[in-house]
């Protein structure tokens, strides 16, 4: 949706695909992490595998990486707003009217 709104500008296109690239770790991350933490077999799960260091440090990377994905997400349309050509206030208020639907979504997420 953001390449088809904002993709008219060959640098934003680049950012989206950068923001695209970031993304792709987080989720092979998230399919294979449950597979690499897994209790041995016959526990329950929530049972810590001795087999298995450096868990927290994955959970702790895809942490890192959504954060950074959010504001390079969040980051997108400034640029182009600021580019419009209409009055000082009302980028101001555009660019305020995204902040709060971006922070509304890491409240809510």
């Known amino acids: 949706m953001y390449y088809h709104i ?8 680049w950012q989206l695909y950068g923001v695209g690239a970031l993304t792709l770790p ?7 992490q449950p597979a ?7 526990k329950p799960w929530g049972t810590p595998n001795p087999l298995v260091d450096g868990s927290a440090t ?3 990377i895809i942490g890192i990486d959504n954060i950074i994905v959010d504001f390079l997400i969040a980051y ?20 305020i009217l995204f902040a709060l639907g ?3 979504v890491q409240v809510l997420d």
Do not use: C, W, Y
């Open 58 to 60: 994955v959970g702790l």
């Open 26 to 32: 987080v989720f092979i991350t998230i399919v294979l």
């Open 102 to 104: 971006f922070m509304l």
């Open 36 to 42: 690499l933490v897994a209790p041995e077999p016959g």
């Open 76 to 95: 997108i349309p400034i640029p182009l707003i600021k580019g419009l050509n209409i009055s000082h206030r009302k980028k101001q208020a555009i660019i």
């Open 6 to 13: 904002f993709g008219v500008d060959r640098k934003i296109r």
